[in-house]
């Protein structure tokens, strides 16, 4: 499998912005990608997707828990991938993972960890008030 790293965690204060980078490879251009996260004694979350290339465009999904704070973005040239947080709150605080995937795109299933094979091993982001 080719790796995936998170990058780009750390500590911030409650109304705080952080960006996640994921380190992918040229491998994952045609694959549907995610971030996802867990705090301890929950199940892991799923907050963003975003599908393959398709001419300039590229399908978006967000859980509706995220509402307008996060961005998921991808740029293949590069082989990152990257979550832009906004208005980081307490309750964000958990390991953020991405993944990436090769199924059949279905919106309402981008935010099912179920839907990705490939795993990073996470990056710690804390949110304190």
């Known amino acids: 499998q080719a790796q995936l790293v998170e990058s780009g965690g750390g500590s911030v204060q409650a109304g705080g912005s952080l960006r996640l980078s994921c380190a992918t490879s040229?491998?994952?251009?045609?694959?549907?990608m995610g971030w996802f996260r867990q705090a301890p004694g929950k199940e892991r979350e799923g907050l963003a997707a975003?599908?393959?290339?398709?001419?300039?465009?590229?399908?978006?999904y967000y859980d509706v828990s995220v509402n307008v704070r996060f961005i998921i973005s991808r740029d293949n040239a590069r082989h990152q991938l990257y979550l832009q947080m906004n208005n980081l709150k307490p309750e964000d605080t958990a390991i953020y993972y991405c993944?990436?995937?090769?199924?059949?795109?279905?919106?309402?299933?981008?935010?099912?960890?179920?839907?990705?094979?490939?795993w990073g091993q996470g990056t710690q982001v804390t949110v304190s008030s």
């Open positions: 993944a990436a995937g090769a199924e059949e795109w279905i919106y309402s299933q981008m935010t099912s960890p179920s839907k990705y094979k490939y």
């Open positions: 040229p491998y994952y251009d045609s694959m549907y």
């Open positions: 975003i599908s393959a290339r398709s001419d300039n465009t590229y399908m978006t």
